[in-house]
């Protein structure tokens, strides 16, 4: 199908698992983005990459790791997960042009217990 | 940096009735861009409404309007005639533009009664 997908929707996992979050977009945008959202403070942004194999942090980097191998594909790993990033997890792109529109993901909420 | 602030976290409105939420933004930046997106129970993130720092003309789609003070950095949003499918989280957003990533206020929830 076409547009942005994330996988899994639903994911409940332990303290110190390793865990990733799976991201594809079919619009070939260059810019794709990781947001966390968590009550009392809206979204905020955890990586951003411009194109394939060119990352940059963001806002609340620590404890998470991406690359970009492919345009349409940027993958979030939690490397050893913590309850403090149990969340909701949005994947966006933006296609580069004058608009700046960002188009967001379903979502993933991610429980660490 | 730039913050976004949204300073009601919940509001209702009377279905058929206006509605707005408000939304105060902090940059030394003269070009950027403004946004409202919406987000149902369902947690997509929608797409309301944009605004472009540098157009004096408030945007406006449907129902939804903006009235941008650029000096006074209040971007707030307008809903008129109300209905029971706009009950849903709306954040103000901000991007610098050339594709930085978008800031975001906390949110306000708006509820609509019938």
């Known amino acids: 199908d076409a547009g942005i997908t994330q996988s899994p929707r639903y994911k409940i996992t332990e303290t110190g698992r390793q865990v990733t979050l799976m991201c594809h977009q079919t619009w070939s945008h260059s810019y794709m983005f990781w947001y966390r959202q968590d009550l009392g403070h809206g979204l905020r942004l955890i990586y951003y990459s411009a194109a394939a194999d060119i990352t940059d942090k963001g806002e609340v980097p620590d404890g998470y790791v991406v690359s970009r191998s492919k345009t349409e594909n940027f993958p979030l790993t939690l490397e050893s997960a913590t309850r403090s990033q149990t969340s909701v997890y949005f994947c966006?792109?933006?296609?580069?042009?004058?608009?700046?529109?960002?188009?967001f993901g379903p979502g993933t909420r991610l429980t660490v217990t | 940096a730039q913050t976004v602030t949204q300073s009601q976290p919940e509001m209702s409105v009377q279905e058929a009735e206006t509605v707005t939420l408000s939304c105060t933004y902090d940059?030394?930046?003269?070009?950027?861009?403004l946004f409202w997106y919406k987000q149902p129970p369902s947690r997509q993130m929608i797409l309301v409404i944009r605004q472009e720092a540098y157009k004096q003309q408030n945007a406006t789609e449907n129902r939804f309007s903006v009235n941008f003070q650029k000096a006074a950095k209040s971007f707030s949003l307008k809903i008129s005639d109300s209905q029971l499918g706009d009950a849903a989280m709306y954040f103000c957003a901000y991007s610098q533009g050339g594709n930085t990533p978008l800031v975001f206020g906390k949110g306000t929830r708006l509820s609509v009664i019938a």
């Open positions: 940059t030394s930046e003269s070009d950027y861009y």
């Open positions: 966006a792109s933006s296609v580069g042009l004058a608009t700046y529109e960002q188009y």
